[in-house]
């Protein structure tokens, strides 16, 4: 299968293209490699040293043998975007390249003008391309659990049957988004689901969890060039990752508020897996399909335990200080969604979080000096009420 990732040079992307590589599908890539910017305006940078794009594709090429085309530019060049499978002829297009932060968004007018431009525009160039350039190739989009928000009802799979006034129809499930990040991604969903009705595009539209771990199987952990970034900030640091990084420079783990909010966390190598699925079986002409995917739910202030756990049985000092919750959501709410298609395609998790927070801290510990330079992207101040100001310790 030829597999085209937008956004290769990513958290997600890089390590995707090796798995995939490793499965014999031919990969190529597109990216503008603006993640390594965002997060340098952040004044942070990733926890673990990545290598330059070329030094990337040296080493890839070096060790699985096989050449990797990346087109550099972004999808908010339509013309760029169209050439770019035309040129490939995808079978199917892993769409990872989107600013993916929720605080980002939620910075100032211009950041989230900006989130809502970059994706919902560069999503919309995508759809077009794939019509003109790419029609048969299937589409995996990565959408995010955040879509849903926290209803007060168990979340399906994109979709749910509704029965009003005597009449009975499957309906998408109503979105809730709480960021305008996460309000850019409910739009790309619904720009996806109407191009496959009206153009039988096909799609995928995965609704991801957050996503914790430094490396999957087919990482070499002796090539350090073929390493994933892992950020730390508060823009691009998800929760596990950011405790991870504390734990091993001694500061104490930052809970927001109560710690009580329910997320669905998978680890990277179960992302990996998931999406090679997602690939592997691909919808039908005009099908738009969601996948709600990740591996347990859980709050928080659970994730936070687990850290403290794992560090202290390896040595570390680990300490945990909720802070005032500088987002606008709720510490006790009912969370309990579906995630039933991917496990029928396959999917094993791996039911290991302790193991994986293990093998993180042991991957961090080697570069704590250089998370320490950069402790103060650690503390959140970007407040969803606007008021940029450092979120101080509850009593």
């Known amino acids: 299968m030829r597999i085209l990732i937008a956004g290769i040079d990513g958290y997600l992307g890089w390590p995707l293209a090796q798995h995939l590589t490793v499965r014999g599908h031919t990969v190529a890539g597109l990216d503008a490699l603006l993640r390594r910017d965002w997060v340098a305006e952040m004044n942070s940078d990733s926890a673990i040293p990545i ?52 605080p980002y968004s939620m910075m100032d007018a211009a950041h989230a003008a900006f989130t809502q431009h970059n994706n919902v525009i560069g999503s919309l160039n995508l759809l077009w391309a794939m019509r003109d350039a790419a029609p048969a190739a299937h589409l995996l989009k990565l959408g995010t659990m955040g879509e849903y928000g926290t209803p007060n009802l168990d979340i399906p799979e ?14 998408p499930f109503p979105r809730q988004a709480n960021s305008f990040y996460h309000w850019s991604k409910v739009h790309d969903s619904h720009n996806t689901q109407f191009a496959c009705r009206v153009w039988g595009l096909r799609a995928t539209d995965v609704m991801q969890g957050v996503v914790f771990g430094t490396r999957i199987d087919a990482m070499p952990p002796d090539l350090p060039r073929l390493a994933t970034r892992l950020d730390f900030d508060q823009c691009f640091g998800t929760a596990i990752n950011r405790f991870c990084c504390q734990a091993v420079i001694g500061h104490p783990l930052t809970l927001y508020g109560t710690g009580g909010m329910r997320r669905g966390f998978l680890p990277l190598r179960d992302s990996v897996q998931c999406l090679t699925l997602a690939c ?35 040595g570390l000092n680990v300490e945990i200080q909720p802070i005032e919750n500088p987002r606008a959501e709720s510490g006790d709410h ?34 704590a000096d250089r998370i320490h330079k950069y402790r103060p ?13 450092p979120s101080q310790p509850l009593a």
């Open 158 to 171: 994109g979709f749910f049957e509704v029965e009003y006034r005597g009449r009975r129809d499957t309906l």
């Open 377 to 389: 992207a650690l503390i959140p101040d970007i407040r969803w009420d606007g008021k940029r100001s």
């Open 51 to 102: 290598a330059s794009l070329d030094e990337r594709l040296a080493a890839f090429e070096q060790h699985f043998g096989s050449h990797l085309t990346v087109y550099r530019g972004n999808l908010l060049d339509y013309a760029f975007t169209r050439l770019a499978l035309a040129e490939f002829h995808p079978d199917t297009v892993v769409h990872l390249a989107e600013m993916p932060s929720a």
């Open 280 to 314: 592997e079986n691909p919808p039908t002409a005009g099908e738009y399909r969601v996948f709600n995917q990740f591996e347990q739910v859980y709050s928080i202030a659970e994730l936070a335990a687990l850290v403290q756990e794992v560090g202290r049985s390896i």
């Open 334 to 367: 009912y969370y309990n969604p579906d995630r039933q298609h991917l496990l029928d395609l396959g999917y094993v998790p791996s039911n290991d979080i302790r193991g994986e927070i293990r093998q993180m801290l042991t991957d961090l510990r080697p570069h």
